[in-house]
């Protein structure tokens, strides 16, 4: 078997380079979750539950492939370790879908967005499974992992602020009035490819392959079922499916109640975006030391309740108060970055103790587990946000009326924050602490030494 040492380092460059591609990834993430359906309901014309409806298949079905990719990653071998070629191969195809689904031509309907959409997913899975099992594996310690993740969502809280910065410095210069969402899919979209085409070799060339472990192969249901026995896992699973159930809740229905409950233009909106990731940014040295200071799971809970119970605050914000939204939107900011921070780290350490336990070094199939869990929570998001707001009363393409800005408030902001405050709840006395980590590792250390000969 073999580990990297409690104390092993790596350069800050290196980790900067695994880091890089996150900055395109996050662009992606932002655009899947904010923009691209309400672009598809209110801009190309799909009607909303069909629009609902179709991303949850589409991310349904992602949810699925995750496991399978990740399996595939777990048993594939090659100098480049088995991380660097899928992400290689992932990355031109991202690069691809990306185009295709948010650059759709003028006429599409229902059935291009659902090609497109699932195609697009199947890419995604293909990059992103790789890259976070990579990062889990470049350090196995409990302090090299909060490293690793601080900088590789730092990189992607920039990549929000990129998001939102750059349409609100050029689409004023060239446009005359409100910018529509095409507007903001097209420049963000080639910035993603230019992005994606430049982090990807820096990555690939510039950043050591993972450390793995000499483990037993299995299958991807015998693997599964291992993974079923491993409580800890299980326990960060169910806690992150709420969290992000919650978050995709909020995040389906938020451009909807500031354009339509608070009577702000998109403009404010990329604003407040911009916003909430600069101090989202200014947070993660915070997060960080939080986490050392009292562990991940305490700073992952302490922070998504700042982040919910933040949200139904917007109700009682008056029609055009872009001050007080935008002080709404920095403390939910702040705490925004333990969100994306502290769940991979989790979920990493849960390897080390299924391989105490007698299971096999999945480090990819622990990673799809979580994408799954996470995409699966999107999906459940949007098709719940969406189709709950038309049933309410609430319809995009017409006037708002009172019925419709019930719901809304109710969907978009009340709802989101009960599903997020009890996922932060179960997380409140996870086992696997800095101190617990560490034994496993130890025994770990001591199994590898005892099969290598090295104690008697």
């Known amino acids: 078997m073999t580990v990297s040492s409690p104390g092993e380092k790596f350069s800050t460059l290196s980790v900067l380079a695994y880091s890089s591609p996150m900055v395109a990834l996050a662009i992606v993430n932002m655009l899947?979750?904010?923009?691209?359906?309400?672009?598809?309901?209110?801009?190309?014309?799909?009607?909303?539950?069909?629009?609902?409806?179709?991303?949850?298949?589409?991310?349904?079905?992602?949810?699925?492939?995750?496991?399978?990719?990740?399996?595939?990653?777990d048993l594939s071998r090659s100098p480049w370790g088995r991380r660097k070629p899928w992400f290689a191969l992932g990355a031109p195809l991202l690069i691809a879908g990306v185009y295709a689904f948010m650059q759709p031509p003028a006429g599409i309907g229902v059935h291009y967005l659902a090609i497109t959409a699932f195609l697009f997913y199947v890419a995604l899975a293909i990059v992103?499974?790789?890259?976070?099992?990579?990062?889990?594996?470049?350090?196995?310690?409990?302090?090299?992992?909060?490293?690793?993740n601080s900088y590789r969502e730092a990189a992607g809280m920039f990549g929000t602020v990129v998001a939102t910065a750059l349409p609100l410095l050029i689409l004023p210069a060239i446009l005359d009035g409100e910018p529509q969402l095409r507007d903001i899919l097209q420049i963000l979209a080639w910035t993603v490819i230019g992005l994606l085409a430049i982090a990807t070799p820096i990555a690939l060339f510039g950043a050591p392959r993972e450390q793995t472990a000499a483990t037993h192969s299995f299958g991807l249901f015998r693997a599964l079922g291992l993974l079923g026995h491993n409580k800890p896992l299980m326990r960060v699973l169910g806690g992150v499916l709420l969290l992000w159930l919650g978050g995709a809740v909020y995040n389906a229905m938020i451009l909807f109640v500031i354009g339509g409950a608070l009577k702000l233009p998109n403009s404010a909106f990329l604003w407040f975006v911009f916003v909430q990731y600069i101090l989202a940014l200014v947070g993660i040295p915070f997060w960080a030391w939080f986490a050392k200071a009292f562990g991940r799971h305490r700073a992952l809970v302490v922070g998504s309740m700042v982040f919910f119970l933040c949200q139904p605050l917007f109700y009682f914000v008056p029609e055009g108060a872009f001050q007080t939204v935008l002080t709404i939107y920095a403390v939910i900011g702040f705490?925004?970055?333990?969100?994306?921070?502290?769940?991979?780290?989790?979920?990493?350490?849960?390897?080390?103790?299924g391989v105490l336990k007698g299971g096999n070094d999945d480090t990819a199939l622990y990673m799809a587990l979580y994408m799954f869990v996470q995409k699966a929570s999107l999906a459940m998001g949007v098709g719940l946000a969406l189709p709950l707001a038309g049933a309410l009363g609430f319809n995009p393409s017409q006037p708002l009326t009172p019925e419709g800005l019930d719901s809304l408030r109710f969907v978009g902001l009340i709802l989101p924050s009960l599903i997020g405050v009890f996922g932060a709840l179960l997380l409140f006395?996870?086992?696997?602490?800095?101190?617990?980590?560490?034994?496993?590792r130890k025994r770990l250390e001591r199994r590898s030494a005892r099969l290598q000969g090295a104690i008697p």
């Not at 992103?128 to 690793?148: K, N, Q």
């Not at 006395?429 to 496993?440: E, G, K, L, V």
């Open 32 to 73: 899947l979750i904010v923009y691209v359906p309400p672009f598809y309901a209110a801009e190309i014309g799909v009607d909303i539950a069909t629009v609902g409806f179709i991303f949850f298949l589409a991310r349904g079905f992602d949810a699925i492939i995750d496991p399978v990719v990740g399996n595939i990653s």
């Open 128 to 148: 992103i499974i790789p890259y976070l099992s990579w990062g889990a594996e470049l350090a196995r310690d409990y302090a090299g992992r909060t490293r690793v």
């Open 335 to 353: 705490a925004t970055s333990v969100i994306w921070v502290m769940p991979p780290a989790l979920v990493a350490d849960t390897v080390d103790y």
């Open 429 to 440: 006395n996870y086992p696997i602490t800095a101190h617990a980590h560490s034994i496993i």
